[in-house]
């Protein structure tokens, strides 16, 4: 049965507590209302609740953006009538509106709405060094691109990592709060440092990820596996602080002091004291495989699906494979075979070592693998299909 949206919007403002923010109305009776108000911005959706105050004696004009939600619409106060209200929207600016109120009786309290208009996102700019083994610099900073058509002051702001309409699935989010100038003015973007890190040690990870299209039908084909490279490290715990995802642009600094810009990834959600991991760009690794003491060049992992069925009316698919890990090296090689599930449940049913638990979604095997060698792991998933 499908909920309807004004319960869903109420249901979450009251769950993830989204108090709002203090009005950029024009009030044709009322000076500008000085309690502190906030914002709340979702991936898809803003919420927004502005502290208001008129006599009834006449009618009160809120700025609003021209994507509000009229349905949405939400008055609280501790005691009396709610007022009417219209929405008067200008047909030269589609991003602005009025929203007019009407009330025969006093009105002190708060009005929320969504709507649409500001977006978020978290960026990240990484300076390692040749060796890999070092970050010398570490920046990250919160873009805010006002869009919507109104600007805000006096705010207080929330930024939640996630969909509304997944959060009445799934309550699992990620939230950040951040202090922003007291005007956030429309048509503009605000950058906000987030974090900043300088000269910090770096392990090294090798991994085989042999999820994705490798968990469909492979008829029995053998097909080589690429190594990737995966950098970590830590914040300093006087620095630490949650990370949303986000692009990451990363540079190298050679031993004659240039920099050369390598290419951009992805960095995941991290939160405050895990080890932060960074891909090392795909270009970048076919350059480094051209080094003969790369262990691009001395790491080989071959994956066979064996076994491909359906179950349960091809709501469930099972799969059984053998993946072939050879050291062609002098050293020798720790490998992290990930195993990704993306969106579908999965569970291991059968393999010839001990997995770990990667996070929900993901698990993987530690593989030590001894100079001119092989190792050969055999496993068995099972993924139920949402």
Sequence with gaps: MKVPFQIVIFIMLVTHQCYALEKTAVAVEQKKETKEGSLVLYKDRCVVTLPIKFSGEKRYTL???GSVDSQSILFHQENGVNPEYVISKDKEIPTAADLILNSKHPFQGEVTYTFSGISW?????VEVNEQFDEIQNFNSFISIDNQSGTSFENIRLRLVDALTDELAKNQTFHEYVVEVPKFLHKSSVVRIPWVELHNQKTGQDYRLDVGKENLNDLQG???QIPLQIWLHFKLDERLARDLASGD???????????LRFLGTSTLQTTKSGDDIQLAIPPLLLMQLKSNQDSPLSQIQGNLEQTEFKTLLTEKVIEAAYRLTIRNFGEKEANIKVMLPFGENRG????????HKQENSQS??????VAPKTEIVLRYRVQLMKE
């Design 63 to 65: 700025a609003v953006p």
């Design 347 to 354: 569970k291991i049913v059968r393999e010839s070592m001990a």
């Design 248 to 258: 990451i642009t990363i540079y190298i600094r050679d031993s004659n002091s240039i």
């Design 363 to 368: 698990v993987y095997w530690p593989v030590k």
């Design 121 to 125: 996102h978290m960026h990240y700019v």
């Design 221 to 223: 084909v053998e097909k």
